[in-house]
């Protein structure tokens, strides 16, 4: 299969500048430079990143050279976003976060040269922009962006609305001292990056090439990564790989096909073999699982994701003597919680948090050996709990039943 006819299949190509024959001979043709941008809007990417980091080792693998751009001119602007515009970032965070970003891509795509648009803006003035960009595209052209028109009704800023000549001539830059002959990104950025392909036809009189990805969403229609506005970190600092994993594991049977040929390097064949066990037994989870191991193993070595693994099965044996308490809060997130700042027994424990409906009730589930106590069966009417019992001194963990958890503070 070629690269082509791979992307294709694991449906990477969504709109493509000019012919898909063209694009077709481009990509399995002798090596090129190509490009994908982002703006350092914080000091980590986020896991809705990652599939513009899989498309760029995808065609760094097949000989082709990546540039990663990062916005140091652009970022203090901002792209313009659907609905308001995006906060002004300080140029020591501009700076702070372009290192971050730096150090990861170069951890996860070895091969990628890392440039900054500001090196090329910050000596150009106001008056250049205008003379030998601005003239080359029309009024008319901007306002059909899709991006644009949805933002006139509620307003759009100058700033916002010049974004695309800036990114357009980021490609005719890179185009001329890089030979960077492609564009790729996600096809929200579609506006801005055929605004570069034109600007190289009209200012070099030269073919470019550009394709983007299609969004990734989750079976809600959210942005893949997203969960209740809160980004999943690349940086295992601010995202522990584990609760990565754990994410994965739970994904949609309806979206999973789909995240394992975007985000994985697992062959056609081996992903038709795990969603064919998937689909023979979809109560085992075995693509989600899959999933999940291949991620955390890609951002994060073997190690990690063997470690995810363990604490997964651990959580779900009830093993928790044997876990951090961060892992276990990160396991069980959403679990009920409730505070104790004194020693009760287990039934005025069970009742007072609405574990049992009543004392009699709380007996019988104690006797009937349908609650445990951090993972062990508790039958004993009489049994106190201490604060002894917790975890690290912060919490214990009660099970009613074989699903319902909940979880007690100290």
């Known amino acids: 299969m070629t690269l082509f006819e791979d992307l294709k299949w694991r449906g990477l190509i969504k709109d493509v500048a000019g012919e898909e024959a063209e694009l077709q001979k481009v990509l399995d043709g002798k090596p090129f430079a190509f490009y994908w941008g982002t703006d350092p809007t914080a000091d980590s990417l986020h896991i809705g990143h990652y599939s513009s980091l899989c498309m760029a080792k995808r ?3 097949a000989g082709h050279h990546p540039i990663l751009l990062c916005g140091g ?8 976003r659907p609905t308001a515009e995006r906060e002004i970032i300080s140029e020591e965070a501009v700076n702070k976060n372009i290192a971050g970003i730096r150090a990861q891509v170069q951890r996860l795509v070895p091969s990628a040269e890392l440039v900054d648009n500001y090196d090329w803006w910050h000596a150009k003035s106001f008056l250049d922009t205008l003379r030998d960009i601005g003239k080359y595209i029309s009024l008319n052209y901007m306002l059909d962006k899709d991006i644009i028109r ?3 009704e509620t307003g759009i800023t100058y700033a916002e609305f010049s974004y695309m000549l800036l990114q357009g001539f980021d490609f005719v830059h890179l185009f001329q001292d890089k030979n960077c002959i492609m564009q790729v990104a996600g096809s929200d950025q579609w506006g801005n990056i055929t605004t570069g392909v034109d600007l190289i036809r009209k200012m070099l009189d030269k ?5 983007t990805m299609p969004l990734i969403l989750d079976s809600t229609g959210k942005k893949f990564g997203k969960s209740e506005g809160n980004a999943l970190w690349l940086d295992k600092e601010k995202t522990a790989p584990y609760a990565i994993y754990q994410y994965l594991i739970n994904a949609d049977d309806s979206k999973v096909l789909e995240y394992l040929k975007v985000f994985t390097f697992l062959s056609k064949e081996e992903i038709e073999d795990v ?12 693509a989600q699982k899959t999933l999940a191991w291949e991620i955390v193993k890609d951002l994060h070595g073997k190690a990690e994701a063997d470690n995810a693994v363990s604490v997964s099965e651990k959580l779900f044996a009830g093993d928790f003597k044997s ?14 919680t409730f505070k104790y700042t004194e020693e009760l027994s287990l039934v005025d424990m069970l009742v007072n948090n609405k574990i049992a409906s009543s004392k ?19 039958n004993n009417l009489e049994t106190i709990i201490t604060k002894d019992m917790a975890l690290e001194g912060k919490i ?3 099970r009613r039943g074989k699903k319902k958890y909940f979880i007690a503070e100290l």
């Open 396 to 398: 214990i963990i009660i």
């Open 360 to 378: 009699r009730e709380a007996r019988e589930f104690i006797t009937g050996n349908a609650i445990s106590v951090n993972g062990e069966v508790v």
């Open 150 to 152: 949805r933002r006139l």
């Open 323 to 336: 876990l951090s308490v961060s892992d276990i809060l990160t396991g069980m997130k959403g679990v009920p």
């Open 275 to 286: 969603y064919a066990q998937h689909t023979a037994a979809p109560e085992k989870r075995i």
């Open 59 to 61: 065609l760094a693998n």
């Open 73 to 80: 001119a652009t970022g203090r602007i901002g792209d313009p």
């Open 207 to 211: 073919p470019a090439y550009a394709f």
